[in-house]
């Protein structure tokens, strides 16, 4: 059950770092914390672990790279990202209007954040059913009975309705944040 418990926060944590890339219509600096920079040579490092990331307003995010000349990489990396956002760089610092969301905008992104909660989901189930397959792997073991193996995969499947129901609300929570204006 303790693997199950760390798989399961695991998919928590991945998807929780997924939802954090869905814009809302504030600046936020994980907004771009974890978008991939090629810095040195072709090395492949997030965003937060090369800059300084703040949103001072509501509407601009400023990073300031540790290292001023990753600054053009770290620009290429937010304009291809998917974010749809046009830095500006002034003095190694990167600068990052983010505009108000149109309603079409946001209906997208919501789509956006269903896609992510039901791929959460996927990845919970496909670590209950591997789960499931170890408590089914110890039939017939000395010292383990079929109560035993009903109880472990009761207890599995608790554990698991009780994340798919954190996820659920994860993505309303985030869903309200998109949809205020």
């Known amino acids: 059950m303790q693997e199950a418990e760390e798989r399961f926060d695991k998919v928590a944590e991945v998807v929780t770092e997924d939802l954090a890339t869905v814009r809302t219509g504030r600046a936020k600096p994980d907004m771009v914390g974890s978008l991939v920079v090629n810095v040195y040579g072709g090395q492949r490092m ?22 001023k000349s990753i600054v053009q990489e770290i620009e290429k990396a937010i304009s291809d990202s998917k974010l ?13 209007p983010v505009p108000a969301l149109t309603e079409e905008r946001r209906q997208d992104f919501v789509k956006l954040l269903h896609q992510k909660i039901e791929s959460g989901k996927v990845m919970l189930r496909q670590a209950r059913q591997d789960i499931r397959n170890e408590i089914d792997k110890q039939k017939g073991r000395p010292g383990v009975s079929e109560d035993d193996i009903k109880n472990q995969r009761e207890r599995l499947q608790k554990m698991f309705d009780e994340y798919g129901q954190r996820l659920v609300e994860m993505g309303e929570k985030k869903e309200e944040e998109v949809m205020a204006v």
Do not use: Y
């Not at 997030?46 to 290292?67: H, Q, Y």
């Not at 749809?84 to 990052?96: F, T």
């Open 46 to 67: 997030k965003l937060l672990e090369v800059a300084n990331i703040s949103a001072p307003d509501p509407s601009l995010i400023i990073i300031e790279p540790w290292d």
């Open 84 to 96: 749809r956002l046009s830095p500006a760089v002034s003095e190694g610092v990167i600068r990052v």
